[in-house]
């Protein structure tokens, strides 16, 4: 046998060029007792005590077994969530950022991925209208940093906010005051989460009313501001959305960037999903207002299709990063050395730092503007497809909300066809219809996974479980979006005749 590297590079290499794409091959599902006993049959999934080194033929034959059953999610018909369909260029460079097993804290460690960084970011930074300078185009001090994940790039922005409000923080703590954060009732959790681990406290996370597609309402925010003001706390960063997780909803940014600049407030955005609707000239206009933030999270693995995980944290005062979160460890940061004003190191809490850019680097060579603005077009085709799909199916779907790339939907069983779901009115079902369209969609994406032709997502919109199909891989025709609406109409109806009373 060759070397397990080789065996288990040769696989993965293969798996990236021709990726699973047979219609019932989305997921082999396994239960998890079903999946310890496959493990059995090579080299078991736990180390017991004393874990010996196993052949590499066992080994190869566990991850044989590895891709078998993980979730393929870069298959036409994984419209699960808010990532699918890796790039196939950013899966080879986040091969090569592994092999070349650096951190990009410093010039020193990483010169080519520090150079690398300042480019990505200071092109990412003009697209939503952080710079404007066309001849600095790789800057020492680039306007962000490249963060493990949004939710973590979120708790980094509200840390800038609170340092902006109270500038010797880091060194004497936080003072007395009661923060408050506002984010719309659509928002990400990452608001709570962060409040939560920054001592801002999770009941000081105001959630502001959205609409019935989840976008803030503006007039609401002002509202909630006055109340907290009244109460004697102390407003400090409104978090707006651009692209919620599940309707991708966007905020009005100009509308909260008034408000903002009225009460002195930090405006975060989070467009950890629909911030690539900036690389689209079709669609940026959603985030119109975007310049006007003081800090922008977007993530890259999510619309774009970098692995995961690859996440640019902008900010307007580029400055600041330095003076929040700066360490000065004397081993790692001298001042003295070649190039130190480069170090990225200590703009940031982390201290080794994945070279996430390289993929996303490669990627955007390779695709070039136009291939990056295709993507998002063709993740919004799908979504329209499936949109005129539901409106032309007479009752069979019924479409409740969602937007750009976001479908949200309820497959409606016969005898309750035509239906109107409107979030705003669900609440005034019958009780047995309610019942019977809420319990549909957790035994339809079961046999979905037992099958494996789809995996779609589901969640409750104003407490009725309904479809979510979300779009971003762009390898989704519309072939695969009218066999999936084909499966689940299957799947109701057999769901629905299993629990039909018998006599
Ligand atoms: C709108 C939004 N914000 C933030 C996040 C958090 O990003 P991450 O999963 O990278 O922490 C998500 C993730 O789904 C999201 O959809």
Redesign the pocket.
Known sequence: MRRLEEEVAERALAYVLDPPSDPNDVINYASPDALLRVFETSVGMAFADDAPAEPSEQIVAAVDHVIHHSVHTSHPRFLN??FAGPDPVSVVGDWLGAALNTTGATFEAAPVFTLMESAVLSKLGRICGYLDDPDDLVPPLPPGLFCP????A?LFALQLARHRHQPDIAQRGAAGDQLVIYVSSA??Y?ATKSAALLGIGIDNVVKVASDSVGAMIPSALETAIAESVAAGAVPLAVIG?S???VTSAFDDLNALADICDEHELWLHV?G??GGSALFSPSHRYLLDGVERSDSF?W?L??MMGMTQ?C?ALLVRDPQQLDRCFAGKADYLFQPDKLYADYDSGDRTFQCARRIDVLKLWLSWKHHGDVGFAARIDHAVAMADHTRARIAASEGEFAHVTGTFTNVVFAWVPPELRPITLDPESMSELDPTTHQTLHTLPPKVKAQMQAEGTAMVGFQPIAGLNTFRMLFMNSTVSTDDVDAILDRISDYGVAAMSATEPTN
């Open positions: 969530q808010n994940g949004g939710s973590t979120t928002g990400h990452a959305t692209g919620t997780t989070d950890c999903y999270v993530n693995h999510k995980q996440t």
